[in-house]
């Protein structure tokens, strides 16, 4: 299917099942309330895309481009994104029922998950710097080989989180829900220096 097949595939349908879109560049694709279901995405660059009440069921992208989309009152439901760039999205946004997404190889900078129910997400080897959490919970959310500078943890409830590989970040227990959470040596040690316990 050649590039320009995909883009009039793409706006001309509203419902899409098991279906394949492999590569080309659409900046600001217009899929506002289309739906998406056992479908895959690769290499496809959809930057600053118009996501706003689009439903994605079961859904897979890999390498591809979704920095800046709009994703108002999308549904994400057991979405996997694999080595692609997301970076600038305002989850918050997105529909609260079923919110299930899973992040690998990804590029989540200066994205806002702010107040987002997050269980179990898992969120592995990716590049997280300025994300906000604030108000998420993330109980047994993973964050294995994730890099999370200057990512912001404020009211985050982080029961049984996995943080033990994870980098860069720093985690004060005073405004964070902390119970069985999982911290690098570094990272333990500096939490226990924030409390003022000397090891």
């Known amino acids: ?13 509203e419902d899409f099942e098991d279906e394949l879109f492999e590569g080309g560049s659409y900046p600001a694709l217009d899929l506002r309330n289309k739906r998406f279901a056992q479908c895959r ?26 920095s ?5 009152d999308c549904s994400f439901r057991d979405v996997r994104f694999e080595h692609t760039k997301l970076m600038g999205i305002d989850w918050t946004v ?12 990804c590029v989540l900078s200066y994205g806002v998950f702010a107040g987002r129910k997050m269980r179990k997400t ?6 997280a710097h300025e994300v906000d959490f604030s108000g998420s919970d993330l109980t047994e959310a ?30 004060d227990p005073s405004i964070n ?6 911290f690098s040596m570094e990272a333990g040690l500096e939490t226990l220096r924030s409390m003022g316990i000397l090891v």
């Open 177 to 182: 829900q902390l119970s069985k959470t999982r």
């Open 122 to 127: 898992e969120l592995v080897d990716c590049v």
């Open 94 to 105: 997105a529909r609260d029922l079923l919110f299930d997404v899973s992040f690998e190889g």
């Open 1 to 13: 299917m050649t590039q320009t097949d995909v883009a009039s595939r793409l706006r001309s349908a």
């Open 41 to 66: 995405f690769e290499a496809v660059s959809m930057d600053k895309a118009q996501l706003q009440s689009v439903v994605f069921d079961e859904c897979t992208f890999v390498r591809c481009d979704l």
């Open 68 to 72: 800046m989309a709009l994703v108002g």
């Open 142 to 171: 993973s964050f294995a080989g994730t890099d999370l500078r200057d990512a912001v943890f404020n009211r985050t409830k982080l029961v049984k989180t996995d943080l033990s590989s994870a980098l860069h970040y720093r985690i």
